[in-house]
């Protein structure tokens, strides 16, 4: 059986291997298809639709009419727990009335001040 030692060597040795043979298969790949790129003339845009003008990757993801039409087509579905609704206000502010259940974002009415004082006292 091997040692730690021997493996580890082996393993180096498998990845410089991998990395060599990627290389060598990656220029072939280039010499094949630029030939047709220059024939064609294809334009940058194409072969990377996801760049802006700035070289920097846009952010991929679905188009207004897509996310539209998920939303008419979504079926909702109830939680695996069983429960549904909300949950209970766990805090109120004095001044509006407005509450909080202590789930999500916290309101406006709250941030930088002790949830403490606005703690509705069962």
Do not use: C
């Amino acid at each position: 059986m091997a040692t730690l030692e021997e493996l580890l060597k082996e393993q180096k040795r498998v990845q410089r291997d991998i990395e060599i043979t990627r290389n060598r298969e990656i220029k072939g790949v280039v010499k094949r298809i630029l030939p047709a790129i220059a024939k064609y003339n294809i334009p940058i845009e194409m072969l990377y639709p996801n760049l802006t003008k700035q070289g920097k990757p846009r952010k991929i993801g679905l188009s207004a009419a897509a996310k539209k039409a998920t939303k008419k087509t979504a079926k909702k579905v109830a939680p695996l727990s069983g429960k549904t609704g909300t949950k209970p206000a766990m805090y109120k502010d004095p001044e509006t009335g407005k509450t909080w259940s202590g789930f999500g974002h916290e309101p406006g009415w709250m941030k930088g001040k002790k949830r403490e004082d606005f703690l509705i006292k069962k």
